[in-house]
């Protein structure tokens, strides 16, 4: 059972940047695979970014290039530095531990990021 809170969304010009934090809670941190999701208004939630406990990463097409997921075991934190922000990066972001594939135990609040002009 991880628990998380997300924080650092706001709105952003495009073009923008922002870095989302994940504070997770538990001792088994370290073991899990933990993602970035995203729901954007009118659209299903969809994986962003995922990093496994050694540190492989992998991405969405969408942020390929753009956005950077990274994770200090030591603070039991997940970050998600997201760069070149465009409108359609306009969703409430979530983060969560996963297992087998699927996300693991409740949603957070998320935090929100609008990319506007």
């Known amino acids: 059972q991880v628990l998380v809170v997300e924080s650092g969304g706001g709105d952003v010009q495009p073009g923008g940047s922002l870095r989302l934090s994940c504070a997770a809670s538990?001792?088994?941190?370290?073991?899990?695979?933990m993602g970035w999701y995203r729901q954007a208004p009118g659209k299903q939630r969809e994986l962003v970014a995922t990093?496994?406990?050694?540190?492989?990463?992998n991405y969405a097409d969408s942020v390929k290039g753009r956005f950077t997921i990274s994770r200090d075991n030591a603070k039991n934190t997940v970050y998600l530095q997201m760069n070149s922000l465009k409108p359609d990066d306009t969703a409430v972001y979530y983060c969560?531990?996963?297992?087998?594939?699927?996300?693991?135990?409740?949603w957070g609040q998320g935090a929100q990021v609008t990319v506007s002009s």
């Open positions: 969560n531990a996963r297992y087998g594939n699927s996300p693991l135990g409740s």
């Open positions: 538990g001792s088994a941190f370290r073991f899990y695979t």
């Open positions: 990093i496994t406990s050694g540190g492989s990463t």
